[in-house]
């Protein structure tokens, strides 16, 4: 079991920055690539970005390939997401996820444990 605790939402003008992090406790880190997705209202949950499990590969969703950097740190059990130029679609609710296949690394049936989420909101 994986526990999975996200922060750093918030609200943030047009072009602004934040930066996601996700606690992970439970079993060893390592063992685990990781994503980020987000479900904006009335929509389907979307792929974000994922790494893996040492870091050493990334992937990007296309709407974020430029802005957006996951990164992970195994010894304290964390992934990041720095949003930069954010901009008003890219407001969601976004979820950490520990992924039990690797095979694209980009799809939601490929991560087994979810965090609970964390709102961010851009304005314009």
């Known amino acids: 079991q994986v526990q999975l605790v996200e922060s750093g939402g918030g609200l943030v003008q047009a072009g602004g920055s934040l930066r996601l992090s996700c606690a992970a406790s439970?079993?060893?880190?390592?063992?685990?690539?990781m994503g980020w997705f987000r479900q904006a209202p009335g929509k389907e949950r979307e792929f974000v970005a994922a790494i893996s499990r040492y870091g050493s590969s990334t992937y990007y969703g296309d709407s974020v390939k430029g802005r957006f950097t996951i990164s992970r740190d195994n010894a304290e059990n964390m992934v990041y997401l720095q949003m930069n130029n954010l901009k008003p679609e890219d407001t969601a609710v976004y979820y950490c996820?520990?992924?039990?296949?690797?095979?694209?690394?980009?799809?939601?049936?490929?991560?087994?444990?979810w965090g609970q989420g964390t709102q961010v909101a851009v304005s314009s």
């Open positions: 996820a520990a992924a039990i296949l690797g095979l694209t690394l980009r799809k939601e049936s490929e991560y087994g444990y």
């Open positions: 439970g079993r060893t880190f390592s063992n685990y690539a």
